[in-house]
């Protein structure tokens, strides 16, 4: 709500400032697996489409003024569902793909912890890791967190943009974007399937209004758990 010059109540998002959401896609049978799926192009499960649907009209009630999602197939057809209510139409762009992670890709977490249990440890440890001889974390936030910042660049003075990506690259952007040096990343923790993040345009730069949000406490089913 804002108040006009004269008192006059008036409904909207006036005053605010930007909002990004980022929205991590819905479930697939691999996050069930604990299998690590990186830039696999994995599908939607029938509940993970169900999830979908239901935070789409959540976050459809946010009038967002714009969608942007990567182009694997379980976030883009995530960000179909918010297109369908909203009328808006999806940017995609590979910058927001997953964390490429080699021979870890495929494998479930015990298989990784057996095979790759010192470099899994040296990861968790906050060190620059290239699991499975993939990208590093700082390479995944350089790649997407221009995206994200293209597009909000774009937004109305007060607009908001829904970012829809993945697990670990939506953690890494939202530490580039809030300036937290790459060992403190791992302090956001992880999103569960089809939760968002909000991040807000303050008189500093971003800040973060909200984390995981979107559901009741569920547990965290991907890569980066």
């Known amino acids: 709500m804002a108040v006009t010059a004269t008192g006059e109540v008036t409904a909207g998002k006036q005053g605010r400032g930007r909002r990004v959401i980022l929205w991590r896609h819905g479930q697939t049978s691999w996050n069930v697996e604990r299998r690590f799926q990186g830039t696999t192009d994995v599908e939607l499960t029938e509940t993970g489409v169900a999830q979908a649907r239901r935070s789409a009209r959540l976050l459809a009630s946010l009038r967002p003024d714009a969608i942007v999602a990567s182009d694997l197939r379980r976030a883009a057809n995530t960000a179909a569902e918010l297109a369908t209510l909203t009328g808006l139409e999806v940017a995609h762009d590979e910058g927001l793909r997953e964390t490429y992670a080699g021979v870890w890709q495929g494998l479930t977490h015990d298989e990784i912890i057996a095979r790759y249990g010192e470099e899994y440890a040296a990861w968790k440890r906050g060190e620059a890791v290239r699991r499975g001889g993939g990208e590093l974390e700082t390479e995944v936030a350089d790649r997407a967190a221009p995206v994200v910042l293209r597009h909000a660049e774009k937004l109305p003075e007060d607009g908001t943009l829904v970012v829809v990506s993945h697990g670990g690259t939506i953690r890494t952007t939202i530490g580039r974007l ?31 209004l909200e984390h995981n949000a979107g559901t009741l406490p569920e547990p965290v089913l991907g890569d980066d758990d």
């Open 178 to 208: 809030l300036g937290l040096e790459a060992h403190h990343w791992e302090s956001l923790g992880g999103l569960s399937n089809c939760c968002w993040s909000v991040l807000g345009e303050g008189a500093r730069g971003w800040r973060l």
